[in-house]
Each structure stands twice: as structure tokens, then as C-alpha cells.
């Protein structure tokens, strides 16, 4: 038989072993072959139809390779065989993705790194063989146990956090539509809370655009026309952070002493002793200001700038702003953390029912020549 390719046994044997195995001989099989059965040997698809023509041709008089039943087995599993990230073979494997990446950082399991095909920008994807880790899973079932239960924890508490944000969530639609449901049937007697509700809503949606802040200005500044002074309360905000030291004791100052190192310095470079002090300080790191409207127990917090101030003051009796002082916290009240994926208006349809509210109430003053206070 006249060589047509420097890999022609590999080709020969590989179709050998495949028509055993009565596998169909295309280059997609072949291929893979080459890359699990053969450990990665150049694949040519060239050599490929033109060792193929030369098997077809052979009359198989005896002169194929020979096929032992260890070779057929592997071809299987090399079939079978596939390169993973890490991520996708915990999932196939139901195994913990940190015992398995423990795994590949040990040098127990081998990977390759290739480039993301999704992300150009982002780092080499690491890619395990399946095979190698299943041959690893057959060894070592006592630690394929106790991941598989380190998982079923791990899943345990993904669901239970799903959940609770699932309750959470319920609590604050319920709220809402509860809210909403309330202030729309008193809105021709009271529209104050109505609007206020739809102006929360809509500070929600563009406090990360501040191309549409100037929706939520111009609005509260309508609104604050029309709202009972009663209603309304303003804060003057100091904001605040935290910042933690240490102050090493006579021991470790010694020692850090001894190191020529500073107190910063030894802090940074070893850990402090149960007999160190922790230091907290809390600092100043901005001011803002804030109006509040209340009605019985439901009460709204709209930030606002002193400018804006400003401008609401001009709608306000004399002398009936006055600002309460205020240390911030990270939490804010209940209509301040609503989710934005549970309000179901968008921007354009708020604005639209706010413009109407206020238009027909504006129409009403006018007409009756005076302004009304709700």
C-alpha cells in the first residue's frame, strides 16, 4: 500500500479500531480521535481523505491492523471524552467547582488554557478533560462523597437565599400595590400621597441616570406645591463614614520594634493579638438634605439639593422651612430599598400619570383663582 500521509498508520489504525466498533468513518469522528485516543496528534483533513480512499480500496485481505479489545475500550471512552471548563464539568460531574479547581491547582488533574471565544478581553479559560477527571472521581469516591455533600449544602443555601429574597420581594409588590391601591381611591380628595408614591418610584428607576434626574426636580418641585406643609418635613444630612485601626500592645510593639517596622507597618504585615486595640473612628464625608412627606404611619425620603430647596421654598409659607439634623445610615426606610425589577411602570408612563394628576388639580386651582391645599 503506497503512503500517502506521515501519520497513514495512526489514520489505518484509527479506522480499524472504528470499523470494529462498526462506527461510521467521517472526518468529525476521526478528529476527535485523534484528539483523545491519540493524545492531540495533528488531524489533516487531506491526509484524512486520502487514507480513507486507500482503506476503502483495500480488498481486506488480512492486512489491517490488528484490534485488541484494551484499544477498543479506549477508543469508547475517547468518543465519549470532551474538554470542559471548570465550571461546566462540576455541573456534569455534580462535584464542588472549588474541589475541583483545588484539583487543577495541585497539578492532581491537568488543563489547558485557551482563549475565551465569548470575551477577547478576558483571561485564558482553563479546560480539564473529562476522562481524567472521571478516572480521578474512580479512585477517590470517599472525596467524591464528601463533595457531592459539600455541594448539596451549598445548593441548600442558594435555594434558601432565593427564597428569602422571593418572600422579600412579595413583601414589598404587596406593599405597593397595597399603597398604590389606597392612595388611588382618595386621589380626587387627597392626590398628595398618590404622588408622592409615584415619585418614589421614579427616583428608583433613574438614580443610575442622571441624564433623567431633572424628571425627578421638576416633578417634586409640582408636587410640593399642591402637599399639606403639614405632611412635610426636611433634614439637614450629615453623612458619615467608618475607618478601623489598630493600636498594637507593649508586646507586639516590641516585636514590631525589634522587625524595624512601625505600628502601620507591623498591623499590615502580621496580624494584631487579642491583646491589641481596635480603634473605631467615624468621620464626616458629605452632607445632603432631605424632604419627607407623612401621612399617619407611611412616610417617603426624597434627597434633594439645596438648590432644589430653594426652589420648593418659594411654594412654602414664610419661614416654614426648617431643617432637623441628621446622622446618615446605610439603610434608609422601607420605600427607599424597593427593588427596581418590581416596579412595573416605566419612566414615560409615571411621568404621564404624575403630569395628569397635577394638570387636572392645576386646572381646578385656576379656575378657582386661588391655590388649594390638599
Not at 392626590?191 to 443610575?208: D, G, M, S
Not at 439634623?325 to 416605566?346: A, Q, T
Request: positive net charge; glycine residues 4%.
Amino acid at each position: 500500500m503506497k503512503r500517502v500521509s506521515s501519520n497513514q498508520d495512526i489514520y489505518l489504525k484509527t479506522f480499524a479500531i472504528l470499523d470494529r466498533m462498526r462506527i461510521e468513518l467521517n472526518e468529525k469522528t476521526c478528529r476527535k480521535a485523534f484528539r483523545f485516543f491519540w493524545d492531540g496528534k495533528r488531524f489533516r483533513a487531506d491526509s484524512f481523505e486520502s487514507v480513507l480512499k486507500l482503506w476503502e480500496g483495500n480488498e481486506r485481505t488480512g492486512n489491517d491492523p490488528e484490534v485488541t479489545d484494551d484499544e477498543i475500550r479506549r477508543m469508547k471512552i475517547a468518543l465519549s471524552d470532551s474538554f470542559r471548563t471548570i465550571s461546566k464539568a462540576a455541573e456534569l460531574t455534580r462535584l464542588d467547582m472549588a474541589m475541583i479547581k483545588r484539583l487543577v491547582e495541585n497539578g492532581m488533574i491537568s488543563s489547558v488554557s485557551v482563549k475565551n471565544p465569548y470575551y477577547s478581553k478576558s483571561p485564558p479559560m482553563k479546560l480539564i478533560r473529562m476522562s481524567e477527571l472521571e478516572q480521578w472521581m474512580d479512585a477517590n469516591g470517599y472525596a467524591v462523597h464528601a463533595s457531592r455533600k459539600t455541594l448539596e449544602k451549598i445548593e441548600k443555601a442558594k435555594r434558601t437565599r432565593q427564597e428569602n429574597l422571593r418572600k422579600k420581594d412579595e413583601v414589598f409588590e404587596q406593599s405597593v400595590q397595597s399603597a398604590m391601591s389606597e392612595f388611588r381611591a382618595i386621589v380626587n380628595e387627597e392626590p398628595a400621597p398618590l404622588l408622592f408614591l409615584l415619585l418614589k418610584q421614579l427616583e428608583i428607576l433613574i438614580k443610575n441616570n442622571p441624564a433623567l434626574e431633572y424628571l425627578y426636580a421638576s416633578n417634586l418641585v409640582r408636587i410640593m406645591r399642591i402637599a399639606d406643609p403639614g405632611n412635610l418635613s426636611f433634614n439637614h444630612v450629615i453623612d458619615v463614614g467608618e475607618t478601623y485601626s489598630v493600636i498594637p500592645c507593649e508586646s507586639c510593639s516590641r516585636i514590631a520594634a525589634s522587625k524595624g517596622l512601625n505600628a502601620e507597618q507591623y498591623i499590615k504585615r502580621f496580624r494584631p493579638c487579642p491583646g491589641c486595640v481596635t480603634r473605631k473612628e467615624i468621620s464626616e464625608t458629605g452632607r445632603h438634605y432631605e424632604v419627607v412627606f407623612t401621612r399617619d404611619e407611611f412616610s417617603l425620603v426624597f434627597r434633594a439639593s439645596r438648590t432644589l430647596l430653594r426652589d420648593i421654598e418659594k411654594y412654602l409659607p414664610e419661614g416654614f422651612i426648617s431643617f432637623n439634623e441628621k446622622i446618615s445610615d446605610s439603610y434608609g426606610n422601607f420605600w427607599d430599598i424597593i427593588p427596581e425589577h418590581l416596579i412595573r411602570s416605566g419612566v414615560d408612563e409615571i411621568v404621564d400619570n404624575i403630569g395628569s394628576i397635577l394638570t387636572s388639580i392645576e386646572k381646578i386651582t385656576f379656575n378657582n383663582g386661588k391655590r388649594n391645599n390638599y
